[in-house]
């Protein structure tokens, strides 16, 4: 009985409590009570961490987009995750391709030019494959858990103490309230008593209605030195914790960090692996012609090529050498005759489009970019790329 005594006791408490913030907040919106402003050190500590979540959440969704662009499969991990299993592995793109490639070329015959490119192609989409499933692992590990773990503990804990800290600002302004408006009536009641209203029989006294109104006010003012010190208490513990903002940002930095060199390691493992291809195929047309048989090997554009050196020469240390038949044709002076092994359609005026096996003149010029020379057929004249020429002797 005495259990029940006290819940009913608690319960009332608490209705008491939450229908006097809910009259403050609506005489805050309404412009008829004061309300207590926070520092301006405490406001931007507060405009900072939800700038920091809201970011986090959007960096952290779309990297995931990025690892995985297939909606059902971030599905299927994120209630894998939530019900703390582990999510069965799955063939991704590029293997998958590499697999219908080596069975293509196999079927198609190991001797022959196409099957013997498509399986070398099938076995280079596999271990970019592999190295996809390995940015994938590392960057989760590396640069997604830790967002995840702000998102879902630190800054919950923070969005807990900062709505304790609005309902005790809230107590505390209603407090303000019901002292002014103790002081009031007290006021009131004491011009009211110090006045003699002559009646008939009586004279009108009200000094107890007087002492009564000065006991509430003796009440109300007690009442908001507690909620004072209840508000300035709360208020330290959320700056403390939103002081840890600046360490969240160098912890994230330091997580940045790690999923740009996961994601250089990758690409340069991808590069490597083209490059090694595009070698593989680029003997396929002179080692097949002997037999009769045409075959097309697919060649990056020049382009690329210069991006891509470049970016790996400043990253992974990797060194692109060309053949020594196409460094002797950049040192010649004079011009020479030379194969073209791939089709090449011109990207502007200033190139020439070329078609796979016909014989043009090329010659180098100074100042023209390494990977390009001059090219000339008939009365045609542009830049060629230097990765699809064979010099002929």
């Known amino acids: 009985m005495n259990i029940m005594d006290f819940n009913v006791k608690k319960l009332a408490a608490d209705a008491g409590t939450f229908l006097s913030r809910a009259v403050q907040f609506t005489e805050e919106k309404l412009g008829q009570a004061e309300k207590t402003e926070l ?11 939800e700038c920091t979540k809201i970011w986090t959440e959007k960096i952290m969704k779309q990297t995931e987009v ?33 697999q219908y490639m080596i069975d293509a070329g196999t079927e198609f015959g190991p001797g022959t030019a196409y099957g013997n490119a498509l399986i070398k192609c099938g076995e280079t989409q596999k271990r970019i494959g592999t190295a996809d499933r390995e940015l994938i692992q590392t960057s989760a590990l590396n640069f997604l858990t830790p967002l ?77 030195r507690i909620t004072q010190s209840e508000f300035d ?22 997580c940045l960090n790690d999923f740009v060199e996961a994601q250089m390691t990758y690409y340069a493992q991808c590069y490597q692996y083209m490059l090694d291809l595009q070698k593989q195929l680029g003997s396929f047309p002179s080692n097949y012609c002997n037999n009769n048989q045409t075959s097309v090997a697919p060649a990056p554009s020049a382009s690329s090529n210069v991006i891509g050196s470049s970016a790996l020469s400043s990253t992974s240390g990797l060194v692109i050498t060309s053949p020594s038949n196409l460094i002797d044709l950049k040192e010649c002076s004079g011009s020479r005759k030379a194969r073209v092994l791939y089709d090449y359609d011109a ?34 004249k542009g830049r060629v790329p230097i990765t699809y020429l064979e010099l002929l002797n």
């Open 347 to 380: 990207a502007n005026s200033s190139e020439l489009s070329l078609l796979a096996d016909e014989v043009i003149t090329v010659f180098s010029v100074v100042g023209m970019d390494s990977d390009w020379l001059m090219g000339e057929r008939g009365n045609q």
């Open 66 to 98: 990025l690892l995985q662009p297939n909606p059902n499969a971030r599905i299927e991990e994120f209630v894998y995750e939530k019900l703390d299993r582990k999510a069965p592995s799955r063939i991704n793109n590029p293997e998958l391709l590499g």
């Open 233 to 254: 208490r709360q208020a330290e513990i959320t700056r403390l914790l939103l002081e840890g903002i600046s360490s969240t940002h160098a912890h994230h930095l330091r």
């Open 39 to 49: 520092d301006a050190h405490l406001e931007n500590l507060l405009s900072k961490a």
């Open 148 to 224: 995840r773990n702000f998102i879902e503990g630190d800054y919950k804990t923070i969005a807990k103490e900062r709505k304790l800290l609005q309902n005790k600002r809230l107590d505390l302004d209603a407090a303000k309230t019901r002292l002014k408006k103790a002081k009031a009536a007290e006021t009131r009641a004491s011009q009211l008593n110090s006045a003699r209203l002559e009646g008939d029989n009586i004279m009108v006294n009200f000094s107890y209605m007087l002492n009564f109104l000065h006991v509430k006010w003796l009440k109300s003012e007690q009442e908001l």
